[in-house]
C-alpha cells in the first residue's frame, strides 16, 4: 500500500477532513480506500469527471434523533441514535446498528462508508448504511433494553423500509434487539414487512445461517487465501479477539475445519485455553447467560485468564481479529510477525489500524481487510431479503453453501483486481477497486442523483 495519496485524491481528502472535523474514524476509513484509488482515475477517467470519489464521500441522507426511555428505576434516560444512509447506487441502503457508548457520528460513517463496498463486493443488489446509539446495553434488565428499542423505532420506522433501507444487527445489537425493534415497526405501521430487517429468528422470518454467517465467512475467506499460497486452516493455531457473534462463529467453523483455537478476549482480557476453546461453554456463557468472560475461567480451571491482556502477544499461526475497530496496532502485528503468523483476516470492521496494516502487507503476510473478509454476515442478510420477497425458507445446507460460493467469489474477485492493478496477492487493494469500480459505475450511470 502507497503512504502517500495520488496528487488528485490528496485535494478529495482535505476536503472530507474540512467537511467532517472530528470524525477521525470516518478519516481513516476514507483515507485507506483513497490510497488505493490512484490507479483506476487514470484507467478510468470518465469516474473522475463525474466526481464519484466526492459523491462517495458524501452520505446521501444523515438521520440523528433523541431517544428518550425510562429505566427500571422510573428515571428518564437520553441517548442519541443515528442512522447514515450513505449510498443506494446498487440497492436499499443495508448495514447493521450498533448499540455502544463509544458510537458517535464519526463511528457510523466509518461503519457506513466501508459497507457501501463490502455490499458491492457481495454481487447482491444492496447499498450501504449504518446506524446505532450511544446506549450501552450491559447491565440493562430485558425490558430496559425493549423500551430503548421500543423509543429508538418510534422515529427510526419512517425512514427505513424494505425497498429504502434495511437495518440488521451489530455490536451491541443481535437477534432480540431486532425482535423489540421489528415489533415496534410492525406495530407503528401496520405491516408485517418481513424484509425491513435481517437477522430476525427463525420463526419470523429469519434465514438459517445469518447467525452464523459472518464468523463462517471470515472462515472461508481466510481458507481460501492460505490456498493461493498451498496452505489450509487444518492443524493451524488460531487466536480470535472478541467473543460476541462474530468471535464465536469464526471459532466454530475454524474448529470444524481442523484448527486449534486457544485464544479469544472481550474488552476486559483474554482468555486463553491450551486445550482449545471450549465452544459449548462459551456460547453458555455469551449467548444464553449474558455473562463476562471471566466466568469462563471459573467453569474450566485449565484455562488462563490475563486481565487487560493484549492477546495478539500469544504466539499463533493465524490470528483473527473480530471484536472492534483499531484493536490491532503496528506493535501488535509486529509481535504477530515474530512468533511464526501467516495469516491475519478481519472479521471485525477495521479492527487493524494503517500502521498495522502496513506492517502486515510488508511483511508479505496474506491480510483479508474487514470489507472483503467480513461481508459474509452482509452477503447472508441479503439471502434472507431473497427468501422473505418470496416467501420462502432455505434449508441450513443450502444457505451455507450460497455463503461460502459467495466469499469463494469475493476472494477471486479481489485477487483478480489486486494483479490487474500491479499489487497481486494485496487484498485491501483489489477490495477497495473491486467494490469502487461496482458502485461507481452505476452511479455513473444513474446520472447526477
Ligand atoms: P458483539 O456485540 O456480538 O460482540 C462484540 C465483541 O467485541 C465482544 O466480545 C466485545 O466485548 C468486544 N468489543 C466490542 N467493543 C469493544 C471495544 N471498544 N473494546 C474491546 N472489545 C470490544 O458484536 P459482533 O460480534 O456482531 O461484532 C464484532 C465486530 O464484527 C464489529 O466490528 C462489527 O462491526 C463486525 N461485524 C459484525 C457483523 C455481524 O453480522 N454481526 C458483520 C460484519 C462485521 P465486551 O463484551 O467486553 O464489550
Ligand atoms: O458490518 C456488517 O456488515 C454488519 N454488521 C452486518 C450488516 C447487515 O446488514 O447484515
Redesign the pocket.
Known amino acids: 500500500m502507497v503512504a502517500g495519496l495520488d496528487e488528485k485524491l490528496e485535494p478529495i481528502y482535505q476536503d472530507v477532513l474540512r467537511r467532517n472535523p472530528g470524525e477521525t474514524e470516518f478519516h481513516q476509513a476514507v483515507r485507506e480506500v483513497l490510497e488505493t484509488l490512484g490507479p483506476v482515475l487514470v484507467k478510468y477517467p470518465e469516474l473522475a469527471d463525474q466526481k464519484i470519489i466526492q459523491r462517495i464521500c458524501e452520505p446521501e441522507r444523515q438521520i440523528i434523533f433523541r431517544v428518550p426511555w425510562q429505566d427500571d428505576r422510573g428515571q428518564i434516560q437520553i441517548n442519541r441514535a443515528f442512522r447514515v444512509e450513505f449510498n443506494s447506487a446498487l440497492g436499499p441502503f443495508?448495514?447493521?446498528m450498533r448499540f455502544h457508548p463509544s458510537v458517535y457520528l464519526g463511528i457510523i460513517k466509518f461503519?457506513g462508508f466501508e459497507?457501501i463496498f463490502?455490499n458491492a463486493l457481495t454481487g447482491l443488489p444492496i447499498g450501504g448504511g449504518k446506524g446505532g446509539s450511544d446506549f450501552d446495553p450491559k447491565g440493562k434488565s430485558d425490558s430496559e433494553i425493549m423500551r430503548f428499542c421500543q423509543s429508538l423505532m418510534t422515529e427510526l420506522y419512517r425512514h427505513i423500509g424494505e425497498h429504502t433501507d434495511?437495518?440488521?444487527?451489530?455490536i451491541g445489537v443481535g437477534q432480540r434487539e431486532i425482535g423489540y425493534l421489528f415489533g415496534q415497526y410492525k406495530r407503528i405501521t401496520n405491516r408485517y414487512e418481513s424484509g425491513v430487517f435481517?437477522?430476525k429468528g427463525l420463526s419470523w422470518g429469519g434465514s438459517r445461517a445469518r447467525t452464523e454467517a459472518?464468523g463462517y465467512g471470515t472462515i472461508f475467506f481466510l481458507e481460501e487465501m492460505l490456498k493461493v499460497r498451498g496452505e489450509s486452516i487444518e492443524g493451524k493455531t488460531c487466536i480470535v479477539s472478541g467473543s460476541g457473534n462474530v468471535a464465536i462463529y469464526a471459532i466454530e467453523k475454524a474448529m470444524a475445519m481442523g484448527a486449534r483455537v486457544i485464544a479469544c478476549s472481550d474488552s476486559n482480557g483474554v482468555v486463553v485455553d491450551q486445550d482449545g476453546i471450549d465452544l459449548d461453554l462459551l456460547k453458555q456463557i455469551k449467548e444464553i447467560e449474558r455473562r463476562r468472560l471471566t466466568s469462563y475461567v471459573q467453569e474450566k480451571t485449565s484455562a488462563t485468564y490475563l486481565e487487560d491482556g493484549c492477546i495478539w502477544n500469544i504466539p499463533c499461526q493465524v490470528a483473527l481479529p473480530c471484536a472492534t475497530q483499531n484493536e490491532l496496532t503496528a506493535k501488535d502485528a509486529q509481535c504477530l510477525i515474530k512468533n511464526g503468523c501467516i495469516a491475519v483476516a478481519e472479521g471485525a470492521?477495521m479492527p487493524t489500524t494503517p500502521e498495522g496494516i502496513r506492517v502486515l502487507l510488508e511483511a508479505g503476510i496474506p491480510f483479508g481487510p474487514g470489507k472483503a473478509a467480513?461481508?459474509g454476515?452482509?452477503a447472508t442478510?441479503a439471502l434472507e431479503m431473497q427468501q422473505n420477497a418470496s416467501r420462502d425458507s432455505w434449508s441450513f445446507e443450502h444457505t451455507e453453501q450460497r455463503l461460502q460460493q459467495i466469499m469463494v467469489n469475493i476472494h477471486r474477485h479481489c485477487y483478480e483486481t489486486s494483479e490487474e492493478f500491479d499489487a497481486q496477492g494485496n487484498y485491501v487493494v483489489g477490495a477497495n477497486i473491486a467494490g469502487f469500480l461496482k458502485v461507481g459505475q452505476a452511479m455513473a450511470a444513474l446520472g447526477l442523483v
Open positions: 443495508k448495514g447493521g461503519l459497507q463490502k434495511v437495518p440488521a444487527g451489530d435481517t437477522g459472518t470492521n467480513n461481508a454476515g452482509v442478510s
